[in-house]
């Protein structure tokens, strides 16, 4: 069935610094993609989705390219903040069903 | 516009109790989810409805979990009798109409559950 990977944690980096989460799945059909966070204490929101291939999805400095040939879907911003901590999640939409990843905790440190 | 709500938050029960959770969606979306999260692990899809009719149910223990979308509008997960394996998060999502589970997904803040 589908599934997907992503990058085990946690992840520790300093401001400022280049993040990159993996995130790799295995599907049949054409599914969407998604990354969702989840900061402390809160619901997981939408953070960035991408619908087909070589869409790039971007939001608040993040950004991931879905890759069909790699059937990758990974996470970088250029410049983390110590407000960016939190987990972050990918998942997968195919045929009626949504898939998530096990999640990677990012603490950002001043 | 008022997210997805949740209630409660918290809850502690011993094994073998019964335990039920509730969830607002936002007003008008007619998709409803129920995902259980494990500690350490992403949410798992237990029920999905459209409207007040279940879409998918395939992973949801149906020996001891139910759950009800009556009106099409809130929504109740119940645990009965409930095991020290369902400790976890649970989490209600909502999407709008005509988009199935394609469409993004709203989260509430989920009910955390320990059973002891």
């Known amino acids: 069935g589908d599934s997907v990977t992503q990058m085990e944690g946690p992840v520790t980096l300093s401001e400022e610094a280049f993040l990159t989460i993996n995130c790799t799945y295995t599907?049949?059909?054409?599914?969407?993609l998604f990354w969702y966070v989840q900061y402390p204490g809160e619901g997981l929101q939408l953070l960035l989705k991408?619908?087909?291939?070589?869409d790039k999805g971007s939001n608040k400095g993040f950004e991931a390219t879905y890759r069909k040939e790699t059937t990758s879907f990974h996470l970088e911003k250029g410049s983390v903040q110590v407000s960016d901590s939190a987990v972050y999640f990918c998942a997968l939409s195919g045929n009626n069903d949504m898939r998530f990843g096990a999640g990677t905790r990012l603490t950002v440190k001043p | 516009e008022a997210g997805v709500a949740q209630s409660p938050r918290y809850k502690i029960i011993e094994k073998r109790q019964s335990v039920a959770f509730w969830c607002n969606p936002i007003s008008g979306h007619a998709t409803l989810y129920w995902y259980q999260q494990i500690l350490g692990q992403g949410p798992k899809l237990l029920i999905q409805f459209q409207n007040n009719g279940v879409v998918d149910d395939s992973q949801l223990p149906k020996d001891r979990f139910s759950a009800e979308r009556l009106k099409g509008v809130d929504s109740t997960l119940k645990i009965q009798p409930a095991k020290l394996e369902d400790s976890a998060v649970y989490l209600c999502a909502s999407s709008p109409p005509a988009s199935g589970i394609q469409e993004t997904q709203y989260f509430g803040p989920g009910t955390r559950l320990l059973v002891l």
């Open positions: 599907a049949t059909g054409y599914p969407s």
């Open positions: 991408a619908t087909k291939a070589d």
